[in-house]
């Protein structure tokens, strides 16, 4: 199956040739953050006459008069899962497919947003998917995280400051969220798929500074029970001003779901 991943930076004028691409990647899964009030409709309708199954996530819930929404497209119907605890429920979406696949959709906060909405969305999304599970899981969006990955595999936070100092403003709890999606669900079977590929080796970044060189590899697709056959990034498509991101684009297969486990004093 192919999966795309991509912040669209809320932009109308680019929307037609957006969509054009995306349409054109024929993708099974589509995955858009940063959707808003005026392009959610454009963007399902759009996927909608395509073919696919379109869910976004709750805008109901939001107090902020232009929220940013995070929209899930796919070949087959899915369900929607509530993420209990997200601050921000326009920016998480979960979704159940069949055999019992589930998909999470995240655009998370930056960090000057007010009330720790970074570190709440991330300790939540954590919640969500840390337990021990036997079917295929799916974590993509924009985390906004890390400020920077090393060759060894350690990551610095964006509770850090470019020397690798913790901040005293946002402290150890702060850099312990951060790492909650990119590595504290390594014990229930996810890895980062374009790490997996690819090593730390090269320098990766899906968004850059418009005006000098460099930036951060935001956008990121952290799996379990499913083996990853390609994982790139869509780079023309920021570099060419569609947007202020790279999309993300896999080509996957979800293992055959196992057997699970029965309970202790069962028989």
Not at 107 to 117: C, D, V
Request: with cysteine; charged share 25%; glycine share 8%.
């Amino acid at each position: 199956m192919l999966l795309l991943s991509w912040n669209v930076a809320g932009r109308v004028r680019a929307l037609d040739e957006q969509a054009a691409n995306v349409l054109a990647l024929g993708a099974d899964f589509v995955c858009l953050q940063e959707t808003t009030p005026t392009t959610l409709p454009l963007w399902s309708e759009r996927l909608r006459e395509a073919g696919y199954h379109v869910e976004h996530a709750n805008t109901q819930g939001s107090a902020r008069a232009r929220p940013l929404v995070v929209l899930t497209a796919s070949r087959v119907a899915g369900r929607v899962v509530p993420v209990a605890g997200a601050p921000w429920p326009e920016r998480v979406l979960s979704t159940t497919h069949e055999n019992g696949f589930t998909l999470v959709n995240v655009h998370s906060p930056t960090s000057p947003k007010p009330e720790l909405a970074k570190v709440r969305t991330h300790l939540a999304v954590h919640r969500h998917l840390a337990v021990q599970a036997t079917h295929p899981r799916i974590l993509c969006g924009d985390l906004n995280t890390p400020r920077r990955e090393h060759r060894d595999g350690t990551i610095w936070t964006f509770a850090r400051d470019r020397y690798g100092r913790l901040r005293p403003d946002r402290g150890e709890e702060w850099d312990r969220a951060e790492r909650a999606l990119l590595l504290g669900l390594t014990e229930f079977g996810f890895v980062d798929a374009f790490r997996e590929l690819h090593g730390y080796e090269e320098k990766e970044i899906s968004w850059g500074w418009r005006r000098w060189a460099g930036g951060y590899r935001l956008d990121h697709l952290i799996l379990s029970e499913v083996d990853v056959r390609e994982c790139r990034y869509e780079h023309a498509w920021r570099t060419e001003g569609l947007s202020d991101h790279s999309a993300l684009v896999a080509e996957l297969d979800a293992r055959p779901r196992r057997k699970e486990a029965d309970p202790p004093g069962s028989s």
